[in-house]
């Protein structure tokens, strides 16, 4: 099945440990995605990337890190410098160079304690 | 800053109703329109977009209507059912810093159909 996967769908940590949530796809998609979705926020953009060895700061990436070593890889690691990181996580995908569907995985819930 | 606004926050219709949701943008890079459903505990799924050629698309019960002008969007759901009881985003897409592509979304809005 082709599509977009996102491991654990829950994960905790203890506050201090750096995390990395993974996010992998077998569409042949250019262009990957993380965003971040708290209640009432909506999902906000935290890395984005078009290419391999290429990736953009999103609008809130602030304590957040990224790599986009392979085409289908873009994994996000939520360090402890981010100060409020228990969220829902959400990756995507999409075609790119003209702005077409972007397809979503089902989400990492991380809980910090 | 939010570069897509959505409203209202919540929404509460009859079954057989109209939904309506409103978005604006303000970047005129901005050239595609997306509407995204997401049920509690999935990823959002596309569920119509538009590009600004056109001020009107539809399929099915769902209808996107676009005033590049006013630089707004909206979504209206038809006939609406509790099984379109979800959260929906509208996004936009265009071109951002470093050549990149770019898809923000607005905040999001959760409709209740009752039936």
């Known amino acids: 099945d082709g599509g977009i996967t996102q491991s654990p769908k829950y994960l905790f940590r203890k506050e201090g440990q750096n995390v990395t949530l993974s996010c992998e796809q077998n569409l042949n998609h250019d262009a990957m995605y993380w965003y971040r979705q708290d209640p009432g926020q909506g999902l906000r953009l935290i890395y984005y990337?078009?290419?391999?060895?290429?990736?953009q700061k999103g609008d809130i990436a602030e304590g957040y890190s990224v790599s986009r070593e392979k085409k289908e890889s873009f994994p996000l690691t939520v360090t402890s410098a981010q100060k409020n990181p228990t969220a829902f996580y959400l990756c995507?995908?999409?075609?790119?160079?003209?702005?077409?569907?972007?397809?979503f995985g089902q989400g990492t819930r991380l809980t910090v304690v | 800053q939010q570069q897509v606004k959505q409203s209202p926050q919540s929404l509460i219709v009859q079954k057989g109703g109209i939904s309506i949701i409103n978005c604006a943008y303000e970047?005129?890079?901005?050239?595609?329109f997306p509407w995204y459903q997401q049920f509690p505990g999935k990823g959002p799924a596309l569920l119509i977009a538009?590009?600004?050629?056109?001020s009107e698309k539809k399929e099915g019960r769902f209808t996107i209507s676009f005033n590049k002008s006013a630089k707004q969007f909206s979504l209206h759901i038809m006939d609406s059912q509790p099984g379109d009881s979800a959260t929906y985003f509208c996004?936009?897409?265009?071109?951002?810093?470093?050549?990149?592509?770019?898809?923000?979304f607005g905040k999001g809005t959760k409709l209740t159909v009752n039936p």
């Open positions: 970047n005129t890079a901005f050239d595609y």
């Open positions: 990337s078009q290419i391999v060895n290429d990736f």
């Open positions: 995507a995908s999409s075609a790119g160079g003209g702005s077409t569907e972007a397809f």
């Open positions: 538009i590009r600004p050629d056109v």
């Open positions: 996004a936009a897409s265009g071109i951002g810093q470093g050549g990149s592509e770019k898809l923000v």
